[in-house]
């Protein structure tokens, strides 16, 4: 029998987090958490911004008892709760096979609400819940590293895509790590409230060199993956070039195209417009070397391309919305404290 679905009302954002025996506390705790912040900086600017309606969802309302030996109590059972907008799936310690053996109302309770619309987050071998209820079939998914041999076994129907710590399809996200999975709420928190709350989120809670999420998923059916050779050549080009001088008219020469037809080509194989790419690689290894190097601020400038420092801190501020000098200060605190 089918679940009862009840849907959102008004500005209002569902999340279930679903709950089982053997599940690992942090898996449940972490997104909670970093949610919670999103939601606060977002009401701060806005009172009108979407509130948050959060539920632990499990097959009955009995305690959980959690890896963390802490017990969790379920808010409400399957049969009496909310259709999420998104459920978060948390990953289980060791095989996951015994857990979802006993758990055929979760299983039909997925499918159901994917059905009918929500989002579906699996972290580590919680993905093999969606891959038990056939979601994931023909689709990709990532788990986590020790049990990709016996996931190939158990679903072969499943595009396993072991070297990705994220995969995206349609609505479903598989996380491979913890790490993984703050890299996924951190996009749903910008989905839902926007830039200055994913990245305060992040401030706060990972303050290490992280990639951005686009750089670590696998997207099915992503433009980045395309078929543009030239376009391709000319991308690597610019990862490995991040310091010349060289205007984009004068690379598009030297790979033997024109400008316009170069500018066209980018957007449509990509997605994004070849000079806010470049902007984007450029800052993203300033990050690092502000993070990582003894290098000055005018030194970083240089490495990706600026020769003019005050370009470079109008930029680095504008896309992440801290100046590079306060960006290594909250790095370096975190990186090298000695408490």
């Known amino acids: ?34 949610l919670r912040a999103g939601e606060a900086v977002a009401l701060q600017e806005n009172r009108r911004a979407p509130r948050l309606s959060i539920q632990m969802v499990a097959e009955t309302i009995k305690p959980i008892s959690t890896r963390a030996l802490i017990k969790l109590l379920p808010d409400t059972d399957i049969d009496h709760a909310q259709r999420p907008d998104f459920a978060f799936i948390p990953s289980l310690w060791r ?61 072969p ?99 033997g195209i024109s400008q316009r037809s170069f500018t066209r080509r980018f957007k449509l194989a990509t997605g994004i417009n070849a000079t806010k790419y470049w902007q984007q690689l450029k800052i993203q290894t300033a990050k690092e070397l502000l993070a990582a190097s003894n290098l000055s601020i005018q030194e970083v400038a240089f490495q990706v391309g600026y020769q003019d420092q005050a370009n470079f801190t109008r930029l680095f501020k504008k896309m992440l919305n801290i100046t590079p000098k306060a960006y290594r200060a909250m790095v370096r605190k975190k990186l090298f404290s000695n408490g």
């Not at 569902?14 to 690992?24: R, S």
């Not at 059916?221 to 490995?240: K, N």
């Open 1 to 34: 029998m089918k679940a009862k679905l009840k849907r959102s009302k008004g500005n209002t954002i569902n999340i279930a987090l679903l709950l089982y025996d053997h599940m690992l506390a942090t898996s449940v705790s972490l997104p909670v958490e970093m």
């Open 95 to 155: 095989n996951p096979r015994p857990t979802i053996a006993k758990q055929p109302k979760m299983l039909q309770w997925l499918s159901d609400i994917w059905g009918s619309g929500s989002t579906l987050i699996g972290g580590g071998t919680g993905v093999c819940f969606m891959a038990e209820a056939g979601i994931l079939d023909y689709h990709p998914a990532t788990t986590h590293w020790h049990y990709v041999e016996q996931f190939k076994r158990d679903y």
């Open 157 to 255: 129907k499943v595009d396993l895509k072991p070297d990705f710590f994220i995969t995206q399809s349609e609505r479903t996200y598989c996380a491979a790590s913890v790490n993984a999975l703050a890299d996924i709420v951190v996009h749903i928190i910008f989905q839902i409230y926007g830039q200055n709350a994913a990245q305060q989120v992040e401030r706060n809670f990972s303050h290490e060199i992280r990639k951005p999420y686009e750089e670590q998923r696998y997207l099915e059916g992503a433009v980045d993956r395309h078929p543009d050779e030239l376009i391709s050549q000319i991308q690597f080009w610019l990862q490995t070039n991040l310091n010349a001088e060289l205007t984009l008219n004068e690379i598009a020469q030297q790979f």
